[in-house]
């Protein structure tokens, strides 16, 4: 029993109706071809019982004339005789009458037959027909909405590929990120060149530290530097006007004291 279910399960699957169709047709065809090849034999003996009869009905004939002639002649014997013979081909005729019959009765049936079978197989054949499109178009239909939902197995098979190509997608990019952070950190560069060393990195830091305040100490001290040469300069500068002023007003009282001076001898 479960051989037989799982057998007619697998069968089902493997099934075209199409294919079942075509089969029949096939089947109903070759049953209407032996058929008409019935039609076709019994036809043939019935006419080969109807070349008989008229062979028979010939040689019937021929003794009833026979006879006929014989008695005209004064020969009742042989006039006996001819009609003996004529009364046992009569036997066979009828018989063969008989069967003639019977075979032109079988012919008529399976003729009839024959068109009713006909008839049936063309109908067949236009359902057929129309069975095997509208499973074509509801196949075609069915695929069409299997793609459309993404539940065929193409389609299937290209969300797989799409979803592996999109994890691998996004490993990668997680993998530039870490290895972005490794190499501004320096991590990178230590397990490249080495071992780590967290002091010795320390070490280093304040050490450009220093460097850096020393280098800025010495930038202040060179514009300190700059800036008192131009504050002499000024201050000389100033020192010089002032002189010159007194100078003037020097220059200016001489005269009158010299008059005064040159006027007192006189």
Do not use: C, W
């Not at 020969?75 to 018989?95: F, H, M, N, P, V």
């Not at 530039?176 to 397990?191: I, K, P, T, V």
């Amino acid at each position: 029993m479960v051989f037989r279910a799982k057998a007619n399960k697998a069968l089902d699957r493997m099934e075209d109706p199409r294919e079942t169709l075509d089969y029949s047709y096939q089947t109903q065809l070759e049953l209407l071809q032996k058929v008409r090849r019935g039609v076709a034999d019994v036809a043939t003996s019935r006419k080969r019982v109807e070349l008989q009869v008229n062979q028979l009905q010939q040689s019937s004939d021929k003794l009833d004339r026979q006879a006929r002639d014989s008695l005209a002649a004064g020969r009742e014997d042989l006039a006996r005789e001819a009609l003996t013979r004529k009364a046992g081909l009569q036997t066979q005729l009828d018989d063969l009458q008989q069967q003639y019959a019977s075979l032109q009765g079988e012919e008529e049936k399976l003729t009839q037959a024959s068109q009713r079978l006909q008839t049936k197989v063309d109908a067949f054949r236009t359902r057929k027909e129309t069975i095997k499109a509208t499973y074509t178009a509801a196949e075609a239909q069915t695929r069409i909405n299997e793609a459309f939902t993404g539940i065929s197995e193409e389609m299937g098979d290209v969300g797989m590929a799409i979803q592996r190509a999109e994890d691998k997608t996004e490993q990668m990019r997680a993998r530039a990120g870490a290895l972005d952070e490794l190499m501004s950190s320096g991590a990178l560069d230590d397990m490249v060149s080495g071992p780590h060393d967290d002091i010795q990195a320390e070490l280093d830091r304040m050490g450009a530290g220093h460097g850096v305040d020393h280098e800025l100490e010495r930038m202040k001290a060179e514009l300190a530097q700059g800036s008192a040469p131009r504050e002499i300069e000024g201050a000389q500068a100033g020192d010089g006007a002032a002189t010159q002023g007194s100078t003037a007003q020097t220059a200016s009282a001489s005269p009158a004291g010299d008059t005064a001076q040159a006027g007192e001898p006189e």
